[in-house]
């Protein structure tokens, strides 16, 4: 911290209206919402990242609701009628998104999706396929008519091995991650919303008047408060209800004439993967390891990685060489419920997290929510 600061910055950089606390998808939206419903408001980011930490840049990109199987599960979590609302709000998220970005900017591209099911598991296959009709009229009048249907023509085309069955979901599409945060950074900034990278923060002292956040970069004042830090949330609001999920991922080297064009995924969503400047990009395997996986530690490990490289080269690319060019990891938050967690933790200080590996299809909704209740209170 610097020895000290002057009048001048003490006065224009540290006291804000409202300071948004992550500056990942949620966080980015809340503050851009609420500068363009109310423009004359203060408005500070603080990232405790170079780059805005967590998943928001580190996820796979894919824009979708759900896969007949993730979807099954979650109907028997949540009951037939919550799991209609939650598909509704994942859908219209997405519509959120592309509208406030524009299609071209995100390079949002509707390629469908795919469900893989092995030759071993034809149980949960032919209980899927049993249920496409099923989720069908379930959504029909929110997403589309016939959004899934049986593909299995399609298996030899893509180059796959050992796969059974395919199941498409022809509304699922695909988008560049980074190019969406660079567009929300920049939509944000023009608006006249300040963000602060490297700017971790250790503690929130509860005032009369709004909250102090307590910095190694100097102290910050803010009437109200939004705590959008998904899966690290817990490091200021230890007694929220939320598991981190670390999703480990690798990207190959470009592959010429490579035949899989979509998203694509396999054993119940905890795999996935999808085409990427003709590159292969492959993410998932925390099932093998729950509580290994329920970290909020960057990296990656040996059964993960092995098992990722299996299912590239057995099922994904059986014929084809290709190089494996770099690997990461992001950090999801998941919950007991499917619901984002949107509320007032305190007085003036809300939460928005719990985007159970939804966050672009719930992220920009949930910052719309939590910023319409930081305004109620104003």
């Not at 399609?154 to 560049?176: M, P, V």
Request: with cysteine.
């Amino acid at each position: 911290m610097p020895t000290a600061f002057s009048y001048w910055e003490k006065e224009s950089f540290f006291t804000y209206d409202i300071i948004i606390i992550g500056s990942g998808i949620v966080g980015l939206n809340t503050a851009i919402q609420l500068k363009k419903t109310a423009p004359t408001l203060k408005i500070a980011l603080l990232e405790r990242g170079f780059l805005p930490a967590g998943a928001s840049t580190k996820n796979a990109g894919f824009a979708c609701f759900g896969s007949i199987s993730e979807l099954m599960e979650q109907e028997e979590c949540a009951g037939l009628d919550d799991l209609a609302v939650l598909i509704e709000k994942r859908w219209k998220g997405l519509l959120k998104l592309r509208s406030l970005l524009g299609d071209k900017t995100i390079d949002y591209q509707c390629l469908g999706g795919y469900e893989l099911f092995k030759n071993d598991a034809f149980v949960l296959a032919d209980t899927c396929v049993s249920k496409i009709e099923h989720f069908n009229r379930l959504i029909n009048d929110v997403v589309g008519a016939n959004a899934f249907g049986l593909a299995n023509k399609k298996i030899s085309s893509f180059g796959f091995e050992g796969i059974r069955t395919l199941i498409e979901n022809q509304y699922e599409a695909q988008i560049d991650s980074g190019k969406m945060m660079f567009a929300l950074i920049q939509y944000a900034q023009k608006l006249g919303v300040s963000i602060f990278n490297n700017c971790t923060v250790d503690g929130i002292q509860p005032e009369i008047s709004g909250s102090r956040l307590l910095t190694k970069n100097g102290n910050f004042f803010c009437k109200q408060l939004a705590i959008t830090t998904n899966a690290f949330i817990k490091d200021l609001l230890p007694d929220i209800d939320i598991s981190p999920g670390r999703g480990q991922g690798l990207i190959t080297k470009p592959i010429k004439d490579l035949k899989i064009a979509g998203t694509f995924h396999y054993d119940k969503g905890f795999y996935y993967f999808r085409n990427i400047n003709n590159r292969v990009l492959l993410g998932g395997g925390r099932n093998i390891d729950f509580k290994a996986e329920e970290t909020t530690e960057f990296g990656q490990t040996e059964p993960v990685q092995l098992a990722l490289e299996d299912l590239l080269k057995k099922v994904i690319l059986p014929k084809v060489n290709y190089e494996i060019d770099y690997r990461w990891s992001g950090i999801m938050a998941f919950g007991k419920t499917l619901e984002p967690l949107i509320e007032e933790v305190k007085p003036n200080i809300f939460c928005a997290t719990r985007c159970n590996g939804m966050g672009i299809a719930i992220g920009a909704q949930t910052g719309e929510d939590v910023a319409e209740m930081l305004l109620k209170r104003l």
